[in-house]
């Protein structure tokens, strides 16, 4: 099963937390719920293995918005290009330590911890624990992606 999470914006290079703005397959009910599983999702691998990407939620056109699961291994950083101009990341630890650089600050966030922050800047992920580092990113367009990419 292909996953939209990770194919990219024409004209744009591949960027996991860019979303599909072409309708290539049939669009899911938007009134009802959607379910992602993990065996239906393939995961990047980055930083030499340490760091895996993996898609949770698909782009909703409706709200905008789109998930994913990282893993930081130890010694992992995960730093992407700066997403769509109006982007913004929701960050939340599930478990490990995790910095964080963003929007010129630094931030040390613990398990359960959360940051609201814009994406369209750049910004990096670093494991700071003796374990996996493990987030749920989800990315907010304020623009419509579809306008953005033209």
Do not use: W
Not at 87 to 102: D, E, K, N, P, Q
């Amino acid at each position: 099963m292909e996953d939209d999470l990770f194919k990219p914006i024409p004209g744009e290079r591949l960027m996991p937390h860019k979303p599909e703005t072409g309708a290539s397959k049939p669009e899911p009910p938007k009134d009802g719920p959607i379910l992602a599983r993990v065996q239906d999702s393939r995961p990047r691998y980055l930083d030499g293995g340490r760091t895996v990407l993996r898609p949770s939620l698909p782009y909703d056109g409706k709200t905008r918005m789109m998930s994913c699961f990282l893993d930081l291994y130890i010694g992992a950083k995960y730093a992407p290009a700066p997403s769509l101009p109006g982007c913004i990341c929701h960050a939340t630890v599930i478990s490990g330590t995790v910095s964080l650089t963003a929007e010129g600050q630094d931030f040390q966030l613990l398990e359960r911890d959360a940051l609201r922050f814009r994406a369209d800047q750049p910004y990096h992920f670093g494991n700071m624990s003796s374990g996996t580092g493990r987030l749920l990113l989800e990315y907010q367009y304020l623009q419509d992606p579809a306008e953005t990419a033209e």
